[in-house]
């Protein structure tokens, strides 16, 4: 290539490049400032040029502890002096979102790079820490059962109710003591609240047995427990039973085999 050429080339290059910077776009958004709960967030937009241009751009919105939502690019045919507009929805302010703040943008990703953003927050109630604390969760019968509780916030209104295995239910006081007369499984639910925070819903499984049996933690329910026992040992003596027969069926076969073989070798030396 000659040096007219390279010229002309470095001409047109920097032509196309002048055409393209000098094109204009623009970017328009609209957000609220903040959102509460079950109000919908989203925003709109608009997108313009003073030249016809095939643009390449993404809409988004980030927050840091709700859900994600993908996004995706789109290509949008702009006419010179066109003002293209549209409106992006992201989700509804449910109860479990934490406060937060979050950005929400529109990006050109071609011809040209081009970004504009916004912040907003979302003004809903913060949770605490809440749990309920027991010793164990399987008691004997007539035994004193201390309840209390953690909590991330001092002094939160507490009401618990306490419903027995033949299905009543009482209120109960947190922190307290119970002595259970009735055998069975028996659940707690707790509320705990506290101004300016979210309610907080806590569910409880205890257990209480006669005196003398076995107690195991963790089960949620002492009858289901030891019919699951009483199966695993069934199992186990079937497995056993069956192990046996196979092994019989295999002596008696070694047996009748090793019985032969002399009455063979007779054969072959009277033959």
């Given at each position: 290539m000659?040096?007219?050429?390279?010229?002309?080339?470095?001409?047109?290059?920097?032509?196309?490049?002048?055409?393209?910077?000098?094109?204009?776009?623009?970017?328009?958004?609209?957000?609220?400032?903040?959102?509460?709960?079950?109000?919908?967030?989203?925003?709109s937009?608009?997108?313009?040029?003073?030249?016809?241009l095939?643009?390449?751009?993404?809409?988004?919105?980030?927050?840091?502890?709700?859900?994600?939502?993908?996004?995706?690019s789109?290509?949008?045919?702009?006419?010179?002096?066109?003002?293209?507009?549209?409106?992006?929805?992201?989700?509804?302010?449910?109860?479990?979102?934490?406060?937060?703040?979050?950005?929400?943008?529109?990006?050109?990703?071609s011809?040209?790079q081009q970004?504009?953003?916004?912040?907003?927050?979302?003004?809903?109630?913060?949770?605490?820490?809440?749990?309920?604390?027991?010793?164990?969760?399987?008691?004997i019968?007539?035994?004193?059962?201390?309840?209390?509780?953690?909590?991330?916030?001092?002094?939160?209104?507490?009401?618990?109710?306490?419903?027995?295995?033949?299905?009543?239910?009482?209120?109960?006081?947190?922190?307290?003591?119970?002595?259970l007369?009735?055998?069975?499984?028996?659940?707690?639910?707790?509320?705990?609240?506290?101004?300016?925070?979210?309610?907080i819903?806590?569910?409880?499984?205890?257990?209480?047995?006669?005196?003398?049996?076995?107690?195991?933690?963790?089960?949620?329910?002492?009858a289901?427990?030891r019919?699951e026992?009483?199966?695993?040992?069934?199992?186990l003596?079937?497995?056993?039973?069956?192990?046996?027969?196979?092994?019989?069926?295999?002596?008696?076969?070694?047996?009748?085999k090793?019985?032969?073989?002399?009455?063979?070798?007779?054969?072959?030396?009277?033959?």
């Open positions: 000659n040096k007219m050429n390279k010229i002309m080339l470095l001409v047109i290059i920097s032509l196309l490049l002048c055409n393209l910077t000098s094109a204009s776009l623009n970017i328009g958004m609209n957000i609220k400032d903040s959102f509460d709960l079950n109000e919908k967030i989203s925003f937009y608009t997108v313009s040029s003073d030249e016809n095939v643009v390449r751009y993404v809409k988004q919105i980030i927050c840091p502890d709700a859900p994600p939502i993908s996004a995706e789109e290509e949008l045919n702009l006419s010179r002096g066109e003002n293209y507009s549209g409106i992006y929805d992201y989700l509804t302010i449910y109860d479990s979102i934490e406060p937060q703040t979050c950005t929400a943008y529109v990006e050109i990703l011809p040209v970004k504009v953003e916004k912040t907003f927050t979302i003004d809903t109630l913060p949770s605490f820490s809440f749990d309920l604390e027991m010793e164990k969760s399987i008691f019968l007539g035994e004193t059962i201390d309840l209390n509780y953690t909590s991330e916030v001092e002094n939160p209104l507490i009401t618990a109710t306490l419903t027995s295995p033949s299905g009543k239910s009482k209120d109960i006081e947190i922190p307290s003591t119970l002595e007369e009735e055998i069975g499984t028996y659940g707690i639910d707790v509320q705990a609240s506290k101004e300016g925070y979210k309610t819903q806590v569910s409880r499984q205890i257990g209480v047995i006669e005196g003398g049996a076995e107690i195991v933690e963790g089960a949620p329910s002492v289901k427990e019919a026992e009483d199966s695993s040992n069934i199992l003596w079937i497995l056993g039973i069956i192990v046996l027969v196979v092994l019989v069926i295999i002596l008696v076969i070694i047996f009748l090793r019985r032969r073989e002399p009455g063979i070798e007779e054969m072959k030396v009277q033959n």
